[in-house]
């Protein structure tokens, strides 16, 4: 067999065998950035294929958890043959011991979950309403319980910062996120190989930001500086760690299958579709509700997940029904594109559940597949 035929037959194993597991196994250690990789990897392994954790490690199950719960993975581990398994566990065995600080760190963090209490920071009742609404506006909390969002309410502490002050540094790491209740606030962007920072955004009272770098571990991507007296509020990342990214997780749990069917998604790498489920509004609408109003602004993308629907356009007094949508189908998004009014009026069938992506996250993370969206403007025309 020659080169060329042994790199297509790898390529094909890889896809048959390995794609479905390596590629969501990477996209949530990207997304959660574990502190024990190997750690997570293995854990992630056995949950997602039911598998029991060990009480004890032997030969077998190593070859198992790298092999990732697939009988024929096994088999091939296992004729490798004991002098090469024997030369695979001295190369690991340095590794064994370095990472085994990190994981009994992990162990304990998990054993502490159940032990964590969320502090509560006394607030008048009118505050705590003001405070859990601004929080709602956030696609990160907006899928919380009335109860976990009131434990959030009262886990946050009131910062004041004057004129000109520094909140959030770009780059630093990220350990809160922030509710703006007064003032104004100016973001800057230092661009790399540039030496000025360039503004970026301003926000005004009511505005949430930090969220998104808390769940994804990342850096500030921006500096933040008040532009006049500010008040705001702050959670801190443990509570949010223990109380709002486990019902992210599940969030992604519920969803991932459904948006990894719609069509059009079909070529969206699998931690993009993790981040466009993370920024979802899950938003219900009974029979007989208007999901879009022709010539609105655009302001949501919607996926159809339960439900029927239908668009219809209003010419000349005339109402005509030009498209009808099942589970898996989806609508508003000519009007975010092209920064134009809906073009028809979407109404409910049936009880429907949507999930919405208002037009900054569909702009920005559906660009791959802009194409896409754009050969069905043939379609749209067909129907006029």
Same mark, same amino acid.
């Given at each position: 067999m020659d080169l060329d035929a042994i790199e297509k037959e790898n390529q094909k194993y890889?896809?048959?065998?390995?794609?479905?597991?390596?590629?969501?196994?990477?996209?949530?250690i990207l997304l959660q950035r574990p502190k024990s990789v190997r750690s997570f990897m293995l854990e992630w392994l056995r949950q997602t294929y039911n598998r029991p954790a060990?009480?004890?490690?032997?030969?077998?199950?190593v070859s198992e958890d790298k092999a990732g719960g697939h009988p024929e993975a096994v088999e091939q581990e296992e004729a490798k043959g004991e002098d090469a398994a024997e030369a695979e566990n001295k190369e690991e065995a340095p590794a064994e011991e370095v990472?085994?600080?990190?994981?009994? &760190?992990? %162990? @304990?963090? $998990?054993?502490?979950?159940?032990?964590?209490?969320?502090?509560?920071?006394?607030?008048?009742?009118e505050q705590r309403e003001q405070l859990a609404q601004k929080l709602r506006t956030s696609c990160i909390f907006d899928?919380?319980?009335?109860?976990?969002?009131?434990?959030v309410v009262d886990a946050m502490e009131e910062r004041k910062f004057p004129k000109d002050e520094t909140i959030v540094r770009q780059g630093d790491e990220a350990d809160a996120v922030y509710v703006l209740q007064s003032g104004a606030l100016s973001f800057t962007q230092l661009i790399e190989?540039?030496?000025?920072?360039?503004?970026?955004?301003?926000?005004?009272?009511?505005?949430?930001?930090?969220?998104?770098?808390?769940?994804?571990?990342?850096?500030?991507?921006?500096?933040?500086?008040?532009?006049?007296d500010c008040v705001l509020w702050a959670l801190d990342q443990p509570t949010f760690d223990h109380i709002v990214k486990p019902v992210?997780?599940? &969030?992604? %749990? @519920?969803? $991932?299958?459904?948006?990894?069917g719609v069509q059009v998604f079909a070529t969206v790498d699998p931690y993009e579709i993790i981040k466009v489920i993370d920024v979802a509004k899950i938003i219900d609408f009974p029979a007989g509700a208007q999901i879009i109003a022709q010539g609105a602004e655009g302001d949501f993308f919607y996926l159809l997940q339960s439900g029927e629907a239908h668009a219809e356009r209003q010419i000349d007094s005339n109402e005509t029904r030009v498209r009808k949508y099942i589970p898996g189908g989806y609508f508003g998004e000519l009007a975010l594109m092209n920064d134009v009014p809906r073009a028809a009026s979407v109404f409910a069938d049936?009880?429907?559940?949507?999930?919405?992506?208002?037009k900054h996250h569909f702009l920005r993370?559906?660009?791959?597949?802009?194409?896409?969206?754009?050969?069905?403007?043939?379609?749209?025309?067909?129907?006029?």
């Open positions: 890889m896809t048959e065998k390995l794609k479905g597991i390596i590629e969501p196994m990477v996209a949530q060990p009480s004890k490690r032997d030969a077998s199950e990472p085994a600080e990190e994981e009994n &760190k992990d %162990e @304990k963090a $998990e054993g502490s979950e159940e032990q964590f209490q969320a502090k509560v920071v006394p607030k008048a009742e899928s919380l319980s009335p109860e976990d969002l009131g434990a190989k540039e030496d000025d920072s360039k503004h970026v955004k301003s926000y005004q009272a009511g505005a949430v930001f930090g969220d998104l770098d808390l769940l994804y571990n990342g850096p500030r991507p921006a500096t933040v500086v008040a532009s006049e992210i997780i599940k &969030k992604r %749990e @519920k969803y $991932e299958d459904f948006v990894k049936t009880d429907c559940t949507c999930l919405a992506l208002d993370l559906l660009n791959p597949i802009e194409e896409v969206f754009k050969q069905n403007m043939i379609y749209y025309e067909q129907d006029a």
